[in-house]
């Protein structure tokens, strides 16, 4: 039971153009999300959040959109560079109403940023 | 500042043999958390300490995985006996409190052959 789906495995974007990154969540519980990116051979390292009282935050050339409605979450990265290729993590949890601190990855998206 | 620290960063050893994951927290961060990564399932929360205490252990796999947290700087996380399904790699992270994002560990590269 795949609580949270990344459905795209791989993404190819052009130097200087937008990456827009997808995330599904099932559990209407959940009402906290972030988004990690991870580099081979490194811990996934935390990039952004939002709560559910919000449908966006922005911080510099990261902004995390959320639709409550249709249980979807994007990442924006504009304008994306060679640097940005990795494997991006959402992540969900119900902390503020669950009380918990348990996160729920989903697969991950490899992200590419052709020159 | 000193991120999650895990070691070993690689560990290769044969079916049956007790392994050991060590990991050291950040200073000050109550919650401290235990993942493991496969192709199959991705990555998985095992379980979580709050304040040394453990929270929640659903995610443990089966009693030959056991976690400890002896204090506020180290944890273990030990497979006893092991088996080559339990080839992955396993990650630490540590987070200030509810609803701070966790900070994670290079990981531990685990093989059983």
């Known amino acids: 039971d795949q609580q949270v789906k990344q459905n795209s495995p791989s993404l190819s974007v052009q130097e200087g153009r937008i990456s827009i990154l997808n995330c599904d969540y099932t559990n209407s519980m959940f009402d906290y999300f972030l988004w990690y990116k991870k580099y081979p051979a490194e811990g996934p390292t935390f990039l952004i959040s939002?709560?559910?009282?919000?449908d966006k935050n922005e911080d510099g050339r990261f902004t995390v959109f959320l639709n409550k409605s249709a249980k979807h979450l994007s990442l924006h990265i504009v304008p994306s560079q060679p640097g940005d290729s990795a494997v991006y993590f959402c992540a969900a949890s119900a902390y503020y109403g669950g009380a918990t601190n348990k996160l729920i990855f989903g697969t991950g998206t490899l992200l590419a940023i052709q020159p | 500042d000193a991120g999650v620290i895990q070691s070993p960063r690689h560990e290769v050893t044969e079916m049956g043999q007790e392994v050991t994951l060590r990991c050291k927290p950040i200073s000050g961060h109550d919650y401290l958390f235990w993942y493991r990564q496969t192709m199959m399932r991705g990555l998985e929360l095992l379980i979580y300490?709050?304040?040394?205490?453990?929270?929640?252990d659903s995610g443990m796999p089966e009693d030959r995985f056991s976690a400890k947290m002896p204090n506020a700087s180290f944890s273990t996380l030990k497979i006893q006996p092991s088996e080559p399904r339990d080839s992955a790699v396993y990650f630490c992270?540590?987070?200030?409190?509810?609803?701070?994002?966790?900070?994670f560990g290079d990981g531990t590269r685990l093989s059983i052959l």
């Open positions: 939002i709560s559910s009282i919000k």
């Open positions: 992270a540590s987070s200030p409190g509810v609803g701070q994002p966790q900070h």
């Open positions: 300490f709050n304040n040394n205490v453990p929270i929640d």
